[in-house]
């Protein structure tokens, strides 16, 4: 095989970066904007739900046959074609919009298009996650994986405000356009991008018999199983602080639209800060380590989130919260880059996309009704203990 890191490999890995974030934003802004059309025009919680879901349950269906694809074909065009088909989705939808008249017949072929959608990026992120290895040397993935969270966290910052300025002076068929323009731009980089070579499975294997042999590679690999298990414990705990966040600030510091956007844009720079940590410190010289110090303190800020009184002093907290977040997720993916065979990265990347999509909708199922029954604040501090048992276990196991 030839040198995967020739010279020049920073430009090379930047590039690809860059082009993800484009199309990344345009997913994200539209997105937010379906959520917030069905909330505008329905004012209806099963609506709303109901585009949460279609925006994840796809993805978490076809993740792991991602992975498969990611593995045995060329991972640039297999990015490409599904930037490609969320586009041609989005086109479809914008063609129609004029000539349907309905309100649940608009909101149906939504739905739809959601669903496309979300195969799309099902298929999409595992063969991202990658390729980053095969553009950058071992020694050198922490920081990059740190500097691609900070560039996803900051999209994920403007994308909702991008979205409500749209809306604030167009309509939902531009919205939608943004993100065909975003597809264009980030596509067109992608292809003036050479990628090295990879091997893959056997060309006369069904997907079928790859995907057992991905998991039976992924469960039968020690530290690929417990980082797995840990990556999916991890997005249960993180919902009652982090996805329900919003339900908290309503409830306990205020429900006007300040408090609100406060805590979401507190939650995504803290991201972004700590995608910049870990992108200039790199990590404890042990992988582990780092591993394990931001689970523990990202349960002990959890904590501090429920016992908080004083919304300045929780969004603090938030904010140190973002961090953590971003230093678990950064070294969960680098230590699955680093012990992963690369014939299989793929499908234990679409294995890990599938923890994601599964775990964070049961979080919501458990975590959702159990807070209409018991106070928030008791729910986040049981999950920020829970948190800093994981990070203990973690510590002391050979991860």
Sequence with gaps: MDNPHPAGWQNRILLFLTSQCITLFGSTLVQMALVWYAAMQTSSGTWVAAFTVCSYLPQFLISFAGGVWADRYHRKPLIIGADMLIALATLVMILAIPHISSEPALLGGLLAMSVIRSFGSGIQTPAVQAVIPQLVPEDQLMRYNGINAAMQSLVNFAAPAAAGAV?????????????????????????????????????????????????????????????LIIYGSFTFFCVPAGYLAGLLVRRVFGDTYWHLTAAEAVGFAGMMAGGAVMSVWGGFQSRKNTLAAGLLAFGSFAIGMGLSKDFILYLGLMACYGIALTVVQTAITTMLQEITDAAVQGRVFGLLGTMYAGFLPIGMAVFGPLADILP???????????????????????V
């Design 167 to 227: 809306f604030a002076v167009s309509t939902l068929s531009a919205a939608l356009m943004i993100d065909i323009i975003t597809a264009i731009i980030g596509t067109a980089l992608l292809s003036c991008l050479v990628l090295p070579k990879q091997d893959g499975p056997a060309a006369h294997a069904s997907v079928f018999s790859d995907m057992k042999t991905g998991v039976s590679y992924a469960f039968s690999h020690r530290r690929i199983r417990k980082l």
């Design 376 to 398: 928030l604040q008791w729910i986040m501090i049981g999950s920020g203990i829970a948190l800093i048992l994981l990070g203990g276990k973690t510590y002391l196991d050979r």
